[in-house]
């Protein structure tokens, strides 16, 4: 996997969310070293420098590894814009993005990776729809144990619960077809129907898109507005994914070629 870059934007508001970026990232350095992890954090300050980045180096080489720090004050978390900085970041034909609180199967990258790199789909999800997900309670004790052991699945096994997965945390896809495709809708702002909008685009639009039946294990974290249904913003996102979803390829196609963001994005000279 040396043609892929894992692309992850991130905001850590607490202890928890601390704890679960450096078990991601930790792991998907451990288990692809020759993969491409970029980290951008937006916030007031760097928490990932001062606390993550040395325990990440901790346990494993950071050598593929870059953060990159953009100050903010803005109390509400960009996330599309963001992962939208980062696609264009990246310079190889896969591109992935990753939620800072989750990891699965070796064999799931894997699949999802030679999907995309030998032209099987577009856009992939590398976990099961179902009842796949499995929630961790995560405290300190359970996180060291889970490193330690070189993330030893058993050890993390008997604090977790049954969860429904369906479209959220984590995407494989063709960098250039992400791109063609509009990207991530700018339009939504902080948390709420991002990743429905975006399944449904690329099904509508004619992409292929593709799914690896498999485990998720998301670990549990404390919740800002920022990823609840309290966001100032919710309401505006839900409705505009309502709006969208009663939208043909046609109509899509009209929508998005006239939207502020992809007019910028398309003058970047790395698209």
Known sequence: MNNITYIMPTRIESNDRLRNIVTSVSFLLANFPQAKVIVKEVDKQSVFQEHALPAIESFVETKNLRHIFEQSNDDLFHKTRILNDLILEADTDVVASHDVDVV???????????????????VIYPYGCGVWQYQVNYPVEVFEKFLQSGFDIHNIMPHCRT????????????????????????????????????????????????????????????????????????????????????????????????????????TDARV
């Open 104 to 122: 699965y199967p070796v064999a799931s990258h894997q699949a999802a990776y030679n999907a995309i790199i030998n032209d099987q789909s577009d």
């Open 163 to 266: 969860e429904a997965s369906t479209i959220g945390w984590t995407q494989f896809y063709n960098r250039k077809k992400v791109i063609e495709g509009y990207m991530w809708n700018e339009v939504f702002l902080s948390w709420g129907a991002e990743d429905c909008e975006f399944f449904y685009r690329f099904n509508a639009l004619g992409y292929r898109v593709g799914r690896i039946d498999g485990p998720l294990w998301h670990f549990e974290h404390a919740r800002t507005h920022n990823s609840h249904y309290h966001n100032p913003k919710f309401r505006e996102n839900h409705n505009l994914w309502q709006w969208i979803r009663e939208q043909d390829a046609e109509m899509l196609h009209e929508y998005y070629k006239n939207q502020p963001y992809m007019k910028r994005r398309l």
